[in-house]
Nanobody, 126 residues
Framework: QVTLVESGGGSVQAGGSLRLSCAVSKLIGSSQCVAWFRQGEGKERDEVASLLRVDGRTYYADSVKGRITIAQDSVENSFYLQMDSLKPEDTGLYYC???????????????????WGQGTQVTVSS
């Protein structure tokens, strides 16, 4: 069983920064992807960023490019999402997810990820 635990959410004013962390209980293989999804109130859960562990390739949604960074943490099996220049539209429940890559690529949809954290709330006020 793989468990994921997020931390680091909170409230911040527009233009501020937050860093979310995700602790993964164990690896699920060399082709592991880890991703962060965001779900705003009344909206779909959409992928914000992903990281392919085998080679470090990353993906970012257009809405967050240049403002958000996904990376492996110095703590083993931990990953973080550094969010800068936050906007009110970044508000939502952020989920960490882990799964396998397909054809050397990380998926973009919820069903591509088998393991999920409980979510952490991020609120950005204007």
């Amino acid at each position: 069983q793989v468990t994921l635990v997020e931390s680091g959410g909170g409230s911040v004013q527009a233009g501020g920064s937050l860093r979310l962390s995700c602790a993964v209980s164990k690896l699920i293989g060399s082709s592991q992807c880890v991703a962060w999804f965001r779900q705003g109130e009344g909206k779909e859960r959409d992928e914000v960023a992903s990281l392919l562990r085998v080679d470090g390739r990353t993906y970012y949604a257009d809405s967050v490019k240049g403002r958000i960074t996904i990376a492996q943490d110095s703590v083993e099996n931990s990953f973080y999402l550094q969010m800068d220049s936050l906007k009110p539209e970044d508000t939502g429940l952020y989920y960490c997810a882990a799964g396998w890559s397909y054809g050397g690529e990380c998926g973009r949809m919820q069903y591509d990820y088998q393991y999920w954290g409980q979510g952490t709330q991020v609120t950005v006020s204007s």
